[in-house]
């Protein structure tokens, strides 16, 4: 596994349990909980759409390798990730 995987999955693991402590209602109890687990889901959603994004990406590159007729696609998404 690359490095960036390990970071994606590493942002993933972060922004699940993120949105687990929002919806803890528990947290609510606590004012000051309650906003820091908002900033920190917020803060964590662009970065989760962009390794969504470098997901698709991987994903489509690798199907597009194995399918001869997408082989063109190969370059253009190679230079995307």
Sequence with gaps: MSAI????????R???EA?????DPAVYNDHRKAAESGR????LEGPKKLADAWRQIH???EASRNDPELA???SELETEL
């Design 72 to 74: 063109t696609m190969s």
């Design 19 to 23: 949105q687990e402590r929002m919806s």
């Design 14 to 16: 972060s922004h699940a």
């Design 40 to 43: 920190r889901l917020k803060e």
């Design 5 to 12: 995987e390990h970071l994606v999955d590493d942002l993933d």
């Design 59 to 61: 994903a489509d590159l």
